[in-house]
Nanobody
Framework: QVQLVESGGRLVQAGGSLRLSCAAS????????MGWFRQAPGKERDFVAA????????YYADSVKGRFTISRDNAKNTVYLQMNSLKPEDTAIYYC????????????????WGQGTQVTVSS
């Protein structure tokens, strides 16, 4: 089992940048593929980005491709989401999630979730 804690969310102006972090504990971090998801008020939880166990493979939603970058540091048991050129439509609670072995984009495929961190982008 793994515990996940997100941080880094805050209010930012459109065009700005943020880096979210997700610290993992409780199990060997490198066995887990990691994902970032987000949920805006009244909407479903959507896929944002995912990264393989080694970090060699990354995947992005079309809406964030070219603006967001997912990365991980297995020595620090942490996954990151660098968000640039933020838009008001990026406003949401951002969640990190973990699943063993194979990277997936579907939220239902992930076993462990953090509590989320709020990102608000003002226009």
């Amino acid at each position: 089992q793994v515990q996940l804690v997100e941080s880094g969310g805050r209010l930012v102006q459109a065009g700005g940048s943020l880096r979210l972090s997700c610290a993992a504990s409780g199990h060997t971090f490198s066995v887990y593929a990691m994902g970032w998801f987000r949920q805006a008020p009244g909407k479903e939880r959507d896929f944002v980005a995912a990264i393989s166990r080694s970090g060699d493979n990354t995947y992005y939603a079309d809406s964030v491709k070219g603006r967001f970058t997912i990365s991980r540091d297995n020595a620090k048991n942490t996954v990151y989401l660098q968000m640039n050129s933020l838009k008001p439509e990026d406003t949401a609670i951002y969640y990190c999630a973990a699943r063993p072995l194979v990277t997936r984009k579907e939220s239902r495929e992930y076993d462990y979730w953090g509590q989320g961190t709020q990102v608000t982008v003002s226009s």
